[in-house]
């Protein structure tokens, strides 16, 4: 089966020699070679790069009463980023992380919201959103997961993904926090860290 090189993180488009075959030139299978090897070249120089990133945020969300919820946008606030690669794949105006590089990625997201001042021993929790929009129009894919406790102690709420992404996939993570019987705001702190792991192309058609 033919063998046919991609990379969608890049326009490099891979053009053989005419023909590489019985009856090339030797000018042909050199251009041919040097392609290809300034291919391998490109690719090698990124593995000590990869995508990704770790930011840090610090935001305001809502406090609603159970079972109601009120979904409010992390890391479109005031937003910390130890390290972004690209250094524009993370919007802080939006809260979205845009994919600029085919692969397969790890994505955590963990939410820590302070136990209330002046607790009553009820009911405290909070949930994570994580929705990842395709660039070629598929259905979104949403992974929600919840976490709770009491209001007297701090809680703690994860999610996670690991799988194939596409340049122009996008990210964005919202939070809720439930309460037995409070409303209100508490200022929350959230990790969002994002790897690149591996490539995710099939090269065999």
């Known amino acids: ?54 930011v840090t945020g610090s935001e305001s969300v809502s406090i609603s009463v159970a079972p109601t919820l ?46 209330f001042a002046t607790p009553a021993n009820k009911a405290y929790y909070g949930g994570i959103r994580i929705t990842l929009t395709f660039a070629d129009g598929s259905p979104s894919k949403v992974i929600t997961t919840f976490n709770g406790g009491y209001d007297s102690v701090p809680l703690t709420v994860f999610g996670s993904y690991l799988g194939p992404l596409t340049l122009g996939d996008k990210i964005s993570v919202d939070a809720s926090l439930d309460h037995q019987s409070n409303t209100g705001a508490v200022v929350v702190t959230s990790f969002f860290q994002i790897q690149r792991v591996s490539g995710a192309r099939n090269n065999l058609e």
């Open 1 to 54: 089966m033919a063998r046919v090189a991609k990379n969608r993180s890049s326009d490099i488009p891979y053009r053989p020699g005419f023909p590489t075959g019985i009856g090339a030139t030797p000018e042909q299978i050199v251009r041919a070679l040097w392609e290809e090897l300034t291919r391998i070249s490109i690719a090698l120089a990124g593995l000590d790069q990869p995508m990704g990133a770790s």
């Open 70 to 115: 009120v979904w409010t946008r992390l890391f479109d606030g005031t937003v910390t980023s130890s390290w972004v690669r690209p250094a524009d794949a993370m919007n802080a105006a939006t809260g979205v992380y845009t994919i600029a590089q085919e692969g397969v990625y790890k994505l955590f997201v963990e939410m820590i919201a302070p136990a």
